[in-house]
Each structure stands twice: as C-alpha cells, then as structure tokens.
C-alpha cells in the first residue's frame, strides 16, 4: 500500500467490480482510453489481471485501486508497467473524482514509488494530443514531452494521435523536497 494524506493505493480486490465497472463503461470517462467500455467479463479479467501481478517475483507491473481516504470510496485506478530500466504509467479516474487533483496526486505517488523502490531510469506515459486534463497532470509530474505519434492508436474505430511525456530518476530526484 502506498498513501498520502488524502489517497491511498492498493491492490485491487473482487470486492471493487461495482466501482470500477462505473467508471469502466462511463463513456465520457473513456473517450481518450483506447480500451472499454467494458462488459462485465472484461472487468472481472482486468481485476484477475491486476491482482496476478501482485504474485510475480520480481514485480514489474502494478495495477493499483485509489482509494479516497476520507470517505472509504474507490475512485480509480492507477498503473505503472515495467520493461528493464522503464515503465509506463496509466490512470483512469472516475467522473465525480475529477477536478480534485487526485489523478495527480495518485501518478506522483506511483511515480515516486517506481523511482525508490523499483528502481527505474525512466517513466513515460502517452496522452491524447486533445486530453489537456492528462497532459497537465503529466507535466504536473515534471515529465516532459518528447514526442507525437502521428494516428497511432485506433479508439473506438477512429485513428487519434498521442503525445508521449517522460521524466528520467534523477530529473524526478532533483524536483523533488529536500
């Protein structure tokens, strides 16, 4: 478990279906997501997927429920997803969780723990070039952009494009609070 003062992070549980297929089959939650919305069987698999990385040795994937501290509710998800030195992060946070800046604050804590704790060299995540929410929570982290993919992921039978954000260990390291 990973937390803040207002979040916390676990694994997810078969107890979250209800909370996270809301926001799962909320098509103005994925308009920019390449995935959903879901049936009923794909979010029963996503939460069996998450909870499988939480048996592998070494651990290279999270799939980590947020959880508002305060009232006890599941509001999304967060994930980072490693290959060798670098992963990526993902988030997806239900529609009355928005505007909070608890997507923010759920990747900073995921950023952080990736960097301490996994030991990475470098986190990167892809945005949709009109998501300006999610490309301000990326730049939020420090990442900086450094590429557009032109028409390279297909999202409900339309081609979009995406803009990739990264931040290296030590860049994240020196913005950090001494």
């Known amino acids: 478990m990973i937390e803040s003062e207002r979040l916390l992070l676990r694994e997810f549980a078969d107890s979250d279906f209800d909370a996270v297929h809301a ?61 060798r030195s670098e992963a990526e992060l993902g988030y997806c946070l239900s529609r009355s969780a928005w505007g909070a800046g608890y997507a923010t604050e759920a990747a900073r804590l995921l950023v952080d723990f990736g960097f301490r704790s996994m030991t990475l ?24 952009q450094e590429g557009h993919y032109r028409q390279n992921c297909q999202i409900r039978g339309e081609w979009r494009d995406t803009v990739v954000y990264a931040i290296l260990e030590h860049e994240w390291r020196d913005s950090q609070p001494r």
């Open 23 to 83: 926001y799962a089959t909320d098509l103005e939650v994925l308009r920019f997501m390449p995935w959903g919305p879901n049936s009923e069987e794909e979010t029963r698999e996503f939460l069996a997927r998450a909870r499988s990385h939480a048996s592998k040795e070494p651990r290279t994937a999270l799939e980590l429920a947020v959880i508002e501290i305060e009232s006890d509710r599941l509001v999304g998800g967060v994930g980072l997803h490693a290959e």
């Open 121 to 144: 060299h470098r986190i990167w995540a892809g945005a949709d070039p009109e998501n300006m929410a999610s490309r301000r929570v990326l730049e939020k982290l420090g990442m900086r």
